[in-house]
Nanobody
């Protein structure tokens, strides 16, 4: 069974850093793309933060370019999101997603990130 488990969220002051991890129960090479999404409070839509292809090509939302870095460790079946220079508007629940060869999305349960002073 495919399971994705996020960790690393928490509270941080503006300008701080956090590293999120997404541990996957199967080989992440089964997925074409691994992604991080976030959903802010008050019913906002879930938005793509960053993704990384099987070949290592990365893509970022404009709002996080230059501050966030997505990476993958195939041997550990883990995907990371390094978040630097955090802003209050980065506050959200962050979700890990894996899209497989059949274009099915597999989601984690999410981890809360709160940026405030």
């Amino acid at each position: 069974q495919v399971q994705l488990v996020e960790s690393g969220g928490g509270w941080v002051q503006p300008g701080g850093s956090l590293r999120l991890s997404c541990a996957v129960s199967v080989s992440i090479l089964r997925f074409n793309t691994m992604s991080w999404y976030r959903q802010a409070p008050a019913g906002k839509q879930r938005e793509l933060v960053a993704d990384i292809s099987k070949g290592g090509t990365t893509n970022y939302a404009d709002s996080v370019k230059g501050r966030f870095t997505i990476s993958r460790d195939n041997a550990r079946n883990t995907v990371y999101l390094q978040m630097n220079s955090l802003k209050p508007e980065d506050t959200a629940v962050y979700y890990c997603d894996g899209r497989d060869w059949a274009n099915r999305d597999w989601w984690g349960q999410g981890t809360q990130v709160t940026v405030s002073s």
